[in-house]
Nanobody, 125 residues
């Protein structure tokens, strides 16, 4: 059984930082590129960042560039999203997902095979 479990969400003031983690189990982690998505209140789920199997290729949404950093530790089967300079508009449920492939990076949700349950991030003004 494949499990993706996000953690690290919470309440933070604007300008603060959070580090999200996503622990994967039940799948050969290095065979998958990984992504982070988010869904704000009343909004569609949107892409935030993606990383290929070895961290050599990374893709960010425009909203994440310069503030978010995605990384992975293959020894721990974990992908991270470091979020700095947080804004109230970053308030959302954040989901990690495993792509169907390992190298090509995607921002489209249909390209992802497995999904976590999400972790809530709330940024107060």
């Amino acid at each position: 059984q494949v499990l993706l479990v996000e953690s690290g969400g919470g309440l933070v003031q604007a300008g603060g930082s959070l580090r999200l983690s996503c622990a994967a189990s039940g799948l050969p982690f290095t065979r998958y590129a990984m992504g982070w998505f988010r869904q704000g209140p009343g909004k569609e789920r949107e892409f935030a960042a993606a990383i290929n199997w070895n961290g050599g290729s990374i893709l960010y949404a425009d909203s994440a560039k310069g503030r978010f950093t995605i990384s992975r530790d293959n020894a721990k089967n974990t992908v991270y999203l470091q979020m700095n300079s947080l804004k109230p508009e970053d308030t959302a449920v954040y989901y990690c997902a495993a792509d169907f492939g390992r190298n090509v990076l995607h921002s489209e949700q249909y390209a992802y095979r497995y999904w976590g349950q999400g972790t809530q991030v709330t940024v107060s003004s």
